[in-house]
């Protein structure tokens, strides 16, 4: 199977909220591509998958399995998140990296505080 590699990833964990209880989505991955065997992403290009369905560890590596049937590489010392549903569409419309989303909710929230 073709695989992509990633660097500087992310698994983000997706939660939406309703009626103020919070609702688990699914976990997803984020991350810049280093190497991509399926010719479908540009080096470099910030990606944010489709839902994972599955992982296994492989000595230092991680591989990640999508819903979309696509496979990642990953460095097992990876970063896990939490976002919102919201920001899982800011990241995916504006291809920005969980780092700079992070950024934009700590902007927010000290805008907010400033009003």
């Known amino acids: 199977m073709d695989r992509i ?12 909220y309703k009626e103020f209880e919070k609702i688990f989505l699914g976990e997803f991955l984020s991350g810049g591509v280093i190497e991509d065997e399926t010719f479908r992403f540009r080096p470099f290009q910030q990606i944010v998958t489709s839902k994972i369905v599955s992982k296994s560890a492989d000595e230092d590596k991680l591989e990640i399995y999508t819903h ?11 970063k896990l998140i939490d976002i919102s549903f ?3 569409v800011v990241m995916r419309a504006g291809a920005y990296s969980a780092d700079r989303v992070l950024e934009m909710r700590e902007q927010l929230k000290s805008q907010n505080k400033s009003h």
């Open 86 to 88: 919201v920001e899982l």
């Open 68 to 78: 979309s049937g696509s496979c990642y590489v990953i460095d097992a010392d990876h």
């Open 5 to 16: 590699y990633l660097k500087d990833a992310y698994i983000v964990s997706v939660y939406d």
